[in-house]
């Protein structure tokens, strides 16, 4: 039986990874599961799948899920010490599927006892790629990712050298607002931004699609995964959301990956790879989708694909600077105190003031410099958030 953890487990990536393991329970043995706010869910999936542990990540919660999981042997636990520890329990394959740079804690924990690191999770890469990459060799641990354009990308590569590609395009739906009149944006609403023509997600990175805050994570991501040059990435809009992504190679040629829009694709391939086994997922029928389209993206339009750019010549602390200033603009505007345009207004904002005045920028990456940066950035991105009201 293969030992396993889920990180995350109560959110979208994490249920489409227990639906998984619920079709073959016989084949898993569930370590930890971890989630937030949502105990009922935390608690039943524990019981069902005989997990050892259940963590929420905050202290308050421990009561209710202490409560939730009486009688039933699975032990609770909270806080962000309990996550760590999570972490630190031996399991063959882990999940890593936090929203955030919650994430990367935990998820350098995992790498550190050697296992294989299913990472959904792309904000710890584009905060903490080298590092990540780094400990993951340290420890003769694996990174699969889970992202279906980097999961398309890492099948495309099977059997060829990262030498001999010559760019990676990606694909991005364009998310709710694709057709809207530039000038409509601003005017957006926080139930506009929430729902996705394609895919099924949690809400934040409902709304990163919208504004393509999450295209620009993933540029950022590919880079790092994959050890390419940032002008060997291209990203294209292709509404129909099939077409994940493609590999160019020095030949001409041109591997495309395509797959219905369902995250139990690229869940399942990291869960088995390096095998292939049946998925529950549909099956494309081409003749009748009849027409793939696809644009070059509107750069006005998504203002967060130029700033992955600038991002990525920097490189070092930029990605956390980046990815920070970009969650609490975020959270600014979920609470309703920021329009959808000034997102993309306060990160810019946010990177050049840190570019320009922070010397802590240039510091070398550990765990600490990023948590130290993140924390800077966010300050920043409040500030900024406060003068973009009224
Ligand atoms: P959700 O918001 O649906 O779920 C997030 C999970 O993280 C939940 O289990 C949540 O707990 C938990 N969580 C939230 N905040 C914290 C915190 N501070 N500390 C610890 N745990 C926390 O997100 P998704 O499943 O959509 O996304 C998860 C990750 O996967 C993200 O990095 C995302 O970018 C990536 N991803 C998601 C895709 C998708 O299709 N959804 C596709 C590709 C990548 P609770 O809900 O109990 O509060
Ligand atoms: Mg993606």
Known sequence: MRKISIFGATGSIG??????????????????????????????????????????????????????????????????????????????WIMSAIVGVAGLA??????????????????????AGELLLKTAKQYGARLLPVDSEHSAVFQGLVGEEISAVERIVITASGGAFRDWPLEDLKKATLAQASSHPNWDMGQRITIDSASMFNKAL?????REYFGVEPDQIEVLVHPESLVHALVGFHDGALMAHLGAPDMRHA????????????LPVARLDLASVGQLNFRQPDLARYPALAQARDVMRRRGLMGAVFNAAK?????????????????????????????????????AMTLDSVTQIDHIARKAADVAAAQSIG
């Open 218 to 222: 993933e540029v950022i991501e590919t």
């Open 327 to 363: 969650e609490r603009a975020l959270d600014h505007f979920i609470a309703g105190s920021i329009r959808f345009t000034d997102m993309a207004e306060i990160t810019a904002r946010v990177l050049e003031q840190i570019e320009t005045q922070s010397s802590l920028i240039d510091s």
């Open 15 to 92: 249920q489409s990874t227990i639906d998984l393991i619920k079709r073959a329970p016989q084949l898993y043995q569930v370590v930890a599961l971890t989630g937030g706010g949502n105990i009922a869910q935390l608690a039943a999936d524990a019981i069902a799948l005989r997990a050892q542990l259940a963590v929420t990540a905050y202290e308050d919660q421990l009561p209710a899920l202490q409560a939730a999981l009486d009688g039933s042997g699975v032990e609770a636990a909270a806080g962000q010490a309990a996550l760590i520890e999570a972490a630190t329990r031996p399991a063959d």
């Open 106 to 127: 935990p998820g350098l924990k995992a790498l550190e006892q050697g296992t294989t690191l299913a990472l959904a999770n792309k904000e710890s890469l584009v905060c």
């Open 267 to 278: 869940i399942g391939y990291a869960l088995h790879w390096p095998e292939r086994r049946d």
